[in-house]
């Protein structure tokens, strides 16, 4: 025995063998079917990791954009070219993503929304939501504008 | 934990209590939850300031981009 906690991982079987008390399994792999809660909590986090590398892009875009004509040029060349339009849609995923997500958490945090058919709702909510301000934000951004 | 049947003693000495005591609250959660809802909320206008802002310099120049952003109003921005 390494640790104190294995300790409390002791019991008996019916046969009163001493053994090792089954654990649940980790979170990730096959053990768990996709749901709705895990799903939108983990694409949550995803997509709030991903805003810190985003914030970090637009500091990077306000110091090219304070420091002079060449630097701003350079960092508009690499945003407009193929790679820079990926980066800045899956930023804007992750922003509205992680928008209405957050809305969906502060009314778990007043205490509301808790029911399973209304989470699946808003949950659904959310994911549809984020697919149509992504798609509405760049036709403007492409087309409209 | 192989021989585990053999030898069923744990042999540590020091007690559950004694390994616990200490690692309390910090007293300081209510606040951090509070500051967290709180700029959480403050956000929601502010994403919708950024997204829109953002389309309003598509195509626009380093010199329309400085002016914009050298708006004293826009100070909460960065």
Known sequence: MKDVRDAQMLGRNTEGKLVRRPISPFMLGTAYKAQMSSMTSITHRITGCALGGGAVLLTLWLVCAASGDNAFSMIQAFLGSWIGILVLI???????????????????????????????RTGWSVVAGTAVLTVLFWVIGFLVW | MNNIDRDPTVHIMRSQLGRA??????????HHWWAQRL??????????????????????????????LGEPSREVRC
């Open chain 2, 39 to 68: 700029t959480a909320a403050a956000l929601l206008p502010l994403a919708l300031y950024f997204v829109i802002s953002v389309i309003i310099l598509d195509h626009a120049t380093r010199e329309q981009v400085a002016a914009y």
């Open chain 1, 90 to 120: 899956g930023f804007t995923a992750a922003l509205f993503y992680h928008f209405l997500n957050g809305i969906r958490h502060l009314g778990w945090d007043a205490g509301m929304g808790f029911e399973l058919d209304t989470m699946h």
């Open chain 2, 21 to 30: 005591r200490g690692l309390g609250a910090a007293k300081a959660g209510v």
